[in-house]
Each structure stands twice: as C-alpha cells, then as structure tokens.
C-alpha cells in the first residue's frame, strides 16, 4: 500500500520546548489526520485538516495541511511531561465504491530528555 | 457512553487455534475497519466495512476473515492461516464518507 514518511521517528524533549515533526507522501490526500497514541491504547485523533493550506490549532497543537496536498506538519509549543507518546499522521484518501482508506505514518515517538 | 468497545483486551491464542476479536460501536457509524499494529510500527488496513453485510480487503488481509452482520458489530477472526498473529489490533470506525475515524482502545494478540 501507500507510505507515508514521517520525521523524525523519535526525539527527546524537554519541559516548554516547542516540537515538531511532518509527514510527506507521493500521494494527494483529501485529509489529513494526527493522532497520538499512549503505549497499549488505541490513537486518539487531535487534529483534522479537510482542505490544503489549512491551518488549524487545538490548544498547544498546530497543524497545517500542505498546499500541494501531500505533506502535513504538526507543532506542538511549549511541552509538558504529558507530551509524551507517539504521535501518527494520517492521509485519508475519499474512494467512492471502496470507502475511506487511511494510511499512516510510521510514527514520531516523543521522549523526555534524561 | 459512546464509543467503541474492543474486547478482549489481551488475548493468548495457541498455534493453530482460531481466534474472533470483537468490536461494538454505539456511533451509529456506517463505516468500520480492523488495523493490525506492530511494535514500534505504524498501523496496517486488515478489512474494511462501508455497510452491513458488505466487507473489502485491506493491505494486509491474509490469513484473516470478518463479518458484518449488524451495524454495529464487526467481529475480527485471526485464523490458524495467518502465520504471524502476535500484534495490537485497533478497530475503527466513522460515518460512510465520513473523513474522521476514530479508534477502539486495542486487542493484544499473543500466541503461545
């Protein structure tokens, strides 16, 4: 199936640096997902961008959706202990007939700095 | 509370068993899927449902089968064909056409 390349797999982090990580693909996608997933438990969607160069924030998380539909990047400022997890993009491709098909990222994986 | 219920949670199966992870979703959504997830990996398309009744192959479908016989339910059998069961299933969910899923809490397979 389709990829998604999404950096960087992992970085550290500490307490009110800002992060980001971004995900490219060779393919347009109608949408963009972010998700972040704690270990053992299902993603939880924290963003949702519908339409290219769409900007949009939910508290400390930004997302944009690139204008070439095939790029996405997520900025989270200011970080807390709680930031930590792995976060997973998501391009989702609208087929009619053959439903939604979502493809993922391999994850960004935030950790705390020793 | 809405949501969707994945059970077991953690589940040992023996080589050659066939073993059904259930998914119930109370969103009223039309459309639900079963991902397979690796360690450290990303999340993998098993099946998908767009309807009741009605089911396609995801990338990685061998050696599993689904069924959708209620709107609601879409149980995930991992039969003895699938030589590598040990991961995380997620089922999802989310309205036909509908451009946000959502995800259960997860299955651990294990095969003992």
């Known amino acids: 199936g389709q990829q998604l390349n999404q950096s960087p797999q992992s970085m550290f982090i500490q307490e009110g640096e800002d992060v980001s990580m971004n995900c490219t693909s060779s393919s347009i996608f109608n949408t963009w997902l972010w998700y972040k997933q704690d270990p053992g438990e299902g993603p939880v969607l924290l963003i949702a961008?519908?339409?290219?160069?769409e900007l949009t924030s939910n508290g400390r998380l930004t997302a944009q959706f690139g204008i070439t539909r095939k790029d996405s990047f997520l900025n989270i400022s200011a970080s807390i202990p709680s930031d930590v997890g792995i976060y997973f993009c998501a391009g989702l491709m609208m087929i009619k007939a053959a439903g939604n098909k979502l493809t993922f990222g391999g994850g960004t994986r935030v950790l705390v700095k020793p | 509370d809405g949501g969707i219920t994945q059970s077991p949670k953690y589940l040992f199966r023996k080589e050659g068993q066939n073993v059904t992870l259930s998914c119930e979703q109370n969103?009223?959504?039309?459309?639900m899927y079963w991902y397979r997830q690796d360690p450290g990996q990303g999340l993998r398309l098993i099946y998908y449902?767009?309807?009741?009744?009605?089911?396609q192959k995801g990338d990685i479908a061998e050696g599993y089968s689904v069924s959708r016989e209620k709107k609601e339910s879409f149980p995930l059998t991992v039969t003895s064909a699938q030589k590598n069961p040990t991961a995380f299933y997620l089922c999802?969910?989310?309205?036909?056409?509908?451009?946000?899923?959502?995800f259960g809490e997860g299955s651990w397979l294990t095969v003992v």
């Open positions: 969103l009223n959504h039309d459309a």
């Open positions: 961008l519908y339409k290219a160069g």
């Open positions: 449902s767009q309807i009741v009744n009605d089911f």
């Open positions: 999802a969910s989310s309205i036909q056409d509908g451009n946000t899923i959502y």
